[in-house]
């Protein structure tokens, strides 16, 4: 359904089961989850889909290691089963990531780490081969039944050296272990939604909900400006950073909670520096920097994520990576690869979101606990109770979304009829053991060449085959971009809810994240957005002078970088064509 389509099937039915406030991972998750047992569910999301920290995040499915120092044990646990179950159900954008630990001593951190544990300090300490060797070991019990990656291994100075040379020459030995990382959490985000949409459920991104009094809300469509009344049954808060924010539309003064949630930023930068990546020898290098806070680096879309920051912020809605802490995350590399230089110019992208942590008076943000549990808050005014999911991270939403489904469930008096342990997502679905013989074969069957369907079953999994069909049903043009085509992109606008440009850019493709967007190439895609939107001169002027402010205050990606891409992909092209 279109837009219109949506509220006028609201105006005529307004009764709903569960209204999913929020359209982050977790507020997918549980409106995917309500959906698939049968519910009448409504999803309201006030921007874009995954666009706040759910688009943040450090691209890492992990159990989170550094947690057991907190005693968070249950967590660890969930996560890497919940980090499991995405490399079976998601293996088109979830996929195992050797990381290594850098160690610089042998005892250093046993002291400090049993008080921490005990709650006794929180002072972060530097982690020695003997407290990493402890966790790593309870990594490795944890998933011994499954055993879907290696054990962890140490190795001695020099054949670490040898290995990754570029090191810290500090350093007395590492460790290396497995977790996952996610290519495309943004479009794991939509095919979640279109799982739930498939039900019947209904969903709208850029929308506002308030209350109106008596148990009825008002949903309005920014894009268009029409409403909608609804009288959910039940309604679950599901904003993340925003919960305290939402709850204030919501319920009348004397119904509103003391403050639920206490978020942190989280800032990365993305660095396409060669010798950078090269160093890295396809690990992460998982690392702690001199303060002791832990840092990561990873080979990313061909470039490196670096990251990240943990500060506090009172305002979610200014979230942006600040001039220190670009200068931060550079220190920390010089830190663990000292004779390797960044330039300004190497930044090509960068991002920063708020964590839904819990309200915490914690004077040590890495203290905070990372669980996730849910909140109900009943109306004093007689509307419907508010669930709220509090806490949470990427690599749980599943398990997070079925606890808040279970609750609702029960509040509600229904059973749950299936469970999404072990089903798979989107382009996982029919995953082929032999990935060449599956492309070869689309490709036949949907008449176009092989090395194209090749590049569309490494972007969007067995999905590709839909594409790849609506893109023969017509002809097709090449884009700036070599790798994608203008019917790839009237898919993702006619089919993926995409109302802006920095839907496309941002989230539907990794354009922007990779540094592979350039000035042509965005106004290409603007051009096809508004024939399809039907925009006047007037709107395409405007959109494209919103989507550049947005580059450059969120991702410090101006004008002039997208224009002197341009001259490189000429210059590249020209290249080719000589040794070709």
Not at 33 to 55: F, I, M, T
Not at 311 to 340: G, H, K, M, N, T
Not at 478 to 492: A, K, N, Q, V
């Amino acid at each position: 359904m279109n837009r219109e389509e949506t509220l006028d099937g609201l105006r005529r039915s307004p009764k709903v089961d569960v209204c999913v406030i929020g359209g982050g991972i977790n507020g997918i998750s549980v409106f995917r989850e309500l959906a698939l047992q049968g519910l009448d569910v409504l999803l309201v999301e006030k921007h874009d889909y995954c666009s706040g920290a759910s688009a943040a995040l450090s691209r890492m499915v992990h159990g989170g290691l550094r947690y057991l120092e907190n005693g968070e044990f249950k967590l660890v646990q969930e996560s890497l089963a919940e980090r499991d179950r995405l490399l079976r159900n998601a293996p088109h954008y979830v996929a195992p990531l050797p990381t290594t630990v850098p160690v610089f001593d042998i005892f250093s951190g046993l002291g400090n780490g049993l008080v921490r544990f005990l709650g006794l300090t929180r002072r972060p300490s530097r982690r020695g081969a003997i407290a990493i060797k402890a966790g790593l070991s309870i990594y490795d019990f944890l998933t011994r039944k499954r055993a879907m990656m290696p054990r962890h291994q140490f190795r001695g100075r020099r054949s670490t050296l040898a290995k990754w040379p570029a090191l810290n020459a500090d350093i007395s030995s590492s460790a290396t272990y497995y977790d996952a990382w996610v290519s495309h959490p943004e479009r794991l985000g939509i095919e979640l939604l279109d799982d739930g949409l498939s039900t019947g459920s209904k969903a709208l991104n850029y929308a506002d909900i308030r209350a109106v009094g008596e148990g009825r809300y008002l949903v309005q469509d920014t894009i268009t400006g029409s409403l909608a009344t609804i009288e959910p049954t039940l309604i679950i808060n599901a904003t993340g950073g925003w919960i305290d924010i939402t709850n204030g539309t919501l319920f009348k003064p004397e119904t509103r909670t003391v403050p639920l949630m206490g978020g942190t930023k989280g800032s990365h930068l993305i660095i396409g520096n060669a010798a950078l990546y090269d160093a890295l020898a396809g690990h992460m290098i998982y690392y702690e920097n001199e303060d002791g806070r832990i840092c990561i680096l990873f080979p990313y879309l061909g470039k490196v994520l670096v990251g990240s920051t943990d500060i506090r912020i009172d305002d979610p809605d200014s979230v942006r990576c600040e001039a220190d802490e670009r200068d931060y995350i550079l220190q920390s590399l010089s830190f663990v690869l000292p004779d390797i230089k960044i330039r300004p110019e190497e930044i090509s992208f960068q991002f920063s979101g708020v964590r839904p942590l819990p309200a915490s008076t914690d004077s040590f943000t890495g203290r905070i606990p990372r669980d996730h549990f849910c909140t109900v808050v009943d109306d004093a005014d007689g509307g419907p109770s508010v669930v709220c999911m509090i806490g949470g991270k990427w690599t749980t939403f599943r398990s997070f979304g079925e606890l808040a489904a279970d609750l609702a469930l029960e509040r509600l008096g229904k059973e749950r009829r299936i469970s999404t342990a072990d089903r798979a997502i989107g382009g996982g679905r029919q995953f082929p053991l032999d990935r060449a013989a599956w492309i070869a074969q689309v490709a036949t069957e949907k008449g176009i060449p092989g090395s194209r369907m090749a590049v569309l079953f490494g972007r969007y999994g067995t999905q590709a085959e839909a594409i790849a069909g609506f893109i023969a049903m017509a002809s097709d043009r090449s884009t700036p971009h070599p790798d994608y085509s203008e019917r790839e992109l009237i898919f993702l606008i006619r089919n993926e809810a995409a109302e802006h440009l920095d839907d496309l850019l941002l989230r539907r493709t990794t354009l922007a994240i990779s540094g592979h967007l350039s000035q042509q190439m965005m106004d290409a895609t603007l051009d096809l957005l508004a024939a399809e939107k039907a925009w006047t001169p007037a709107e395409r002027s405007a959109e494209r002078e919103r989507f550049l402010t947005l580059l450059r205050d969120r991702h410090g990606v101006t004008e002039r970088t997208l224009s002197e891409r341009n001259e490189q992909r000429s210059m590249e092209c020209e290249a080719t064509a000589k040794s070709g």
